[in-house]
């Protein structure tokens, strides 16, 4: 079954430095989302992203933050000047509707801001 | 309380009894979904329910989705140890087609 895979599995950083996270969604879908999970926390939304551009994005989805979808594989996150605060479980997910369609989750990638 | 809380936060059973969690929510949805979650894992997608839908089943899953009360049940059936995981619910709002809100979840043990 295909599956969203997610670059680095964990990655840890220095305040202020940049990070950039890495996903492949399931090659036929159509619409992409980063969430993201603070340890002990709820999952939060950040952005979703279709036809190449931002559809909607959360309150938490600031300029610190960018996506991108480089070529005709990969989505990223960039996360600039990396705070202590961003430490946290970052999930991309895709879906092949845009309603009524369940989510595909990768497995995440362990951002650790040190 | 907040959007997609679930409890209770923590259930633990004994395997083979059955498991119920319940979700409420406070505005408006266009559908309601239940994942699930193992430890340092992504999410699982478990089933969607619909606005206009009030029961689901899926294997041993049973969902229900009362709008007029803001809240939805998971029902797992004869429970199994490789049940245990995080369990959440998350609605799909008819203001925003694309983000889900995300409960807290309910952390269910099944011992053996």
């Known amino acids: 079954e295909p599956e969203v895979t997610q670059t680095p599995s964990h990655q840890v950083t220095q305040m202020g430095q940049e990070v950039i996270l890495r996903c492949v969604p399931i090659?036929?879908?159509?619409?992409f989302y980063w969430y993201r999970q603070i340890l002990g926390q709820k999952v939060e939304f950040l952005v979703s992203f279709y036809n190449n551009e931002i559809s909607e994005k959360s309150e938490i989805f600031d300029d610190q933050f960018s996506v991108e979808r480089p070529d005709g594989s990969n989505f990223t996150l960039k996360i600039r000047s990396t705070k202590l605060e961003d430490s946290a479980m970052y999930f991309c997910?895709?879906?092949?509707?845009?309603?009524?369609?369940?989510?595909?989750f990768g497995n995440g990638t362990r951002l650790t801001v040190t | 309380s907040q959007q997609g809380e679930e409890d209770p936060q923590a259930l633990s059973i004994q395997e083979g009894e059955n498991a119920t969690m319940n979700c409420s929510y406070k505005?408006?949805?266009?559908?309601l979904q239940w994942y699930r979650q193992n430890s340092g894992r992504g999410l699982v997608h478990l089933i969607l329910?619909?606005?206009n839908e009030r029961e689901k089943h899926s294997g041993r899953l049973r969902v229900t989705l009362d709008t007029s009360k803001k809240s939805s049940s998971l029902l797992i059936t004869a429970s199994r140890a490789a049940d245990t995981a995080s369990y959440f619910c998350?609605?799909?709002?008819?203001?925003?087609?694309?983000?889900?809100?995300w409960g807290a979840g309910t952390k269910l043990i099944i011992k053996p």
């Open positions: 090659s036929n879908h159509l619409y």
């Open positions: 997910a895709s879906a092949s509707l845009q309603n009524y369609s369940p989510l595909h």
């Open positions: 998350a609605t799909g709002g008819k203001d925003s087609n694309y983000q889900l809100i």
């Open positions: 329910i619909r606005s």
């Open positions: 505005t408006s949805i266009n559908n």
